[in-house]
């Protein structure tokens, strides 16, 4: 699923992301908790992120934020939608 925004470059899920790629988080999808849940991670809008590995199918992903990586689920990781770098 990608989303298109003002700029003409398009926003997609950072599930969909290869290993490897780089995305801004442009906007997260989500209830209060979910965001919440994420800003305490360091995953706000504007933050830069690295998909470092996913596993195949519906396993987590592995990210990295500012230095530090993360294992995300992968419901939680399509809430963050991100444009590519």
Same mark, same amino acid.
Do not use: C, W
């Given at each position: 699923?990608?989303?298109?925004?003002?700029? @003409? +470059?398009?926003?997609?899920?950072?599930?969909?992301?290869?290993?490897?790629? #780089? $995305? *801004?988080? !442009?906007?997260?999808?989500? @209830? +209060?908790?979910?965001?919440?849940?994420?800003?305490?991670?360091?995953?706000? #809008? $504007? *933050?830069? !992120?690295?998909?470092?590995?996913?596993?195949?199918?519906?396993?987590?992903?592995?990210?990295?934020?500012?230095?530090?990586?993360?294992?995300?689920?992968?419901?939680?990781?399509?809430?963050?939608?991100?444009?590519?770098?």
């Amino acid at each position: 699923m990608h989303y298109e925004n003002n700029n @003409g +470059k398009d926003n997609t899920p950072l599930t969909d992301l290869s290993d490897g790629q #780089t $995305g *801004t988080i !442009v906007s997260i999808i989500g @209830g +209060k908790h979910a965001v919440k849940r994420l800003a305490d991670l360091g995953l706000k #809008t $504007g *933050t830069r !992120v690295k998909v470092v590995r996913k596993t195949l199918f519906s396993g987590p992903v592995q990210i990295e934020v500012s230095g530090s990586r993360l294992i995300l689920g992968r419901g939680l990781a399509s809430k963050i939608i991100v444009v590519l770098l």
